[in-house]
């Protein structure tokens, strides 16, 4: 999304053998400006057969990555992409463009109004923040829901287990984020592009480990491990490292071809944990065979499709447990509705009926992804947030500014979630002056904090399933911190065995009463009406329950 913010097994099938010489370009076909795409091959299908199909589609193969059959290709046929299609070994080509971004529900200028028929006080009960540890953590009542605050007295987590943070990027300089940033494991996977992310900072255009332009990357890692330090705040694992995977642009656009590479690098290098708050554009579904698409759409989104499940099944094979937003749509995953966006970048965007069985939104619906919902300081799901029995795993706190409806915490930044953010974007964003002071209007929702030594960190309140995720990625660190054993000279827990632990510890929530629950006097349309299937023990709201960090370190496995 101009910086906007969500979330989300491959069958074998034998080689197919490939006659390419027969392959005839159109006669109108002719070339055009290179263009940069990323090439998917079909189960079983060898790198070898697959690059002599590029080739003669017209491609050139500037990168591979094996282990999963993708390609980045240049090409300046305007056909390549059809010809891909038109090829027996070759799932498809995506050209190389937004595809992407991390889910956050921005608020408009209005909410962050004080209305004068604002409700009054009244008896709505909202969780507050824990007390006696670091200078801000009274602000996080998502610490205390979750009871990452008693579960810090058992395990605070280990610097042995490893969390990659797949996202915009993360601000090292932070001195919350600096204790616990491991530096010689994080890596750019995503180089600026000048057309959406503005004028490269560094020449190379790959922006260096340890920042972030976007922001989302820095506020996501606060919550799942910023340090206990004294300073600040403190996250659901103050005591795990912290993994920068950068597969977002500054811009808040995600790839395919970085994020694919990024898990499997996570794979490839034993992190344990992997939080995911994006989804794949530019369609909001990923279709293998949607009629209103276009045969070279289909073909793109199937290779999207299959990419991305190959990677996610590389990584959680070796050992990653998997952690996504599911989205904040305020829809239900198993009955999607037509989709009215996509695609959302490029081509206009046009009317696609949705069909649950053949359509996927991704990383949340793909393989051993764990699913995660946002709730309020209520503990109601947010307006916003996505849910449904098929995919939803646990629910967490993601922020709510609206809720607490007739009290006077209603509209107000407190029912956000709060965590470290970069001065650079908040300069950029209007909230921060030049010279590092935060302006008058931005005084309720930024925070600043300096060291003795004058390193000062920056913290603002967002909101979405974006923030629920790292809440539950933090606890399922905390898990593999808890029980993880050294095998071969590592130090981990096999991905099932965290998410078994994750979702039989969470604390039970039944669906509201009645279970149709609407947001109208929230001022929210009927299309934010939502409805709750399941029981106590699992259902579309909260999944298993509201995860639980001291539950899931004190009962034993």
């Known amino acids: 999304m101009s910086k906007r913010f969500t979330v989300g097994g491959v069958a074998t099938a034998a080689a ?66 059809s010809r891909v299609a038109g090829t027996g070994s070759l799932v498809g080509a995506s050209e190389r463009k937004a595809v992407g971004y991390a889910p956050r529900a921005d608020l408009d200028k209005v909410e962050r109004e004080n209305l004068a028929n604002a409700p009054k006080k009244g008896t709505v009960e909202l969780a507050k923040g824990p007390t006696g540890l670091d200078p801000l953590d009274d602000k ?26 797949l996202d915009t990027g993360v601000d090292a300089s932070n001195p919350d984020i600096a204790p616990n940033f491991g530096w010689s494991l994080s890596k750019n996977f995503a180089p600026d592009m000048t057309d959406i992310d503005g004028a490269c900072e560094v020449a190379s255009c790959l922006d260096p480990i340890g920042t972030d332009d976007g922001g989302h990357g820095t506020h996501v890692a606060g919550t799942v491990g910023a340090a206990a330090n004294g300073f600040g705040v403190s996250g659901v694992a103050p005591g795990v490292k912290l993994v920068e995977l950068k597969g977002g642009q500054d811009s808040g656009y995600f790839f395919l071809d970085p994020v694919v590479n990024a898990l499997v690098y996570a794979g490839d290098k034993g992190l344990d944990v992997v939080n995911m708050s994006f989804y794949v554009d530019p369609w909001l579904y990923n279709c293998t065979n ?44 198993g009955k999607p509705r037509v989709d009215t966006s996509s695609p959302d970048y490029g081509p206009a965007p046009y009317h696609r009926p949705i069909d649950n069985d053949t359509c996927l939104d991704l990383p949340v619906e793909g393989p051993h992804v764990i699913g995660v919902s946002s709730v309020g300081p209520s503990g109601r799901k947010a307006d916003y947030s996505n849910y449904g029995t098929e995919q939803i795993s646990v629910a967490a706190p993601g922020g709510w500014y609206r809720d607490g409806y007739g009290t006077d915490a209603y509209r107000t930044d407190a029912n956000m979630i709060l965590s470290s953010y970069p001065k650079k974007v ?11 002071n935060i302006l008058p209007d ?21 909101q979405g399933t974006s923030m629920a995720s790292p809440h539950a990625a933090g606890v399922a660190s ?68 509201i995860v639980d960090a001291y539950a899931a370190v004190t009962t034993p496995m």
């Open 442 to 462: 931005a005084q309720s929702y930024v925070f600043k904090q300096c060291t003795a030594g004058g390193a000062c960190g920056y913290y603002t309140y967002l």
């Open 478 to 545: 905390l898990i593999v911190s808890r029980f993880g054993t050294w095998r071969q000279g590592e130090f981990g827990l096999a991905p099932d065995t965290v998410e078994k632990q994750l979702t039989t510890t969470a604390a039970e929530h039944a669906c509201p009463q009645p279970r149709m629950q609407t947001y109208q006097r929230e001022d929210r349309s009927g299309q934010f009406n939502a409805y709750c299937e399941g029981d106590e023990e699992f259902n579309g709201f909260y999944g298993y329950g």
């Open 290 to 333: 949607n009629p209103t698409d276009s045969p070279e759409a289909r073909a793109e989104q199937r290779a999207i499709i299959t990419a991305m499940k190959r990677a996610l099944n590389y990584a959680h094979d070796h050992g990653v447990t998997l952690v996504g937003a599911l989205g904040n749509n305020h829809e239900d995953l």
């Open 140 to 165: 996080l009542w998502g610490l205390s829901m979750i009871h990452a605050d008693r579960a810090r007295a058992v395990e605070d987590g280990k610097a042995d287990v490893k969390v990659g943070i």
């Open 16 to 81: 197919l053998a490939l006659t390419v010489t027969g392959l005839v370009a159109p006669a109108n076909a002719g070339t055009t400006s290179t263009r940069t795409f990323t090439v998917v091959a079909k189960d079983g299908v060898s790198a070898s057969t697959a690059i002599a199909a590029i080739k003669a589609a017209g491609g050139t193969v500037v990168s591979r990555t094996d282990s999963v059959g993708m390609f980045r290709v240049a090409s300046n046929r305007a056909d390549f992409a």
């Open 426 to 436: 908040l300069q950029e964003e209007g909230a921060v002056d030049k010279d590092g």
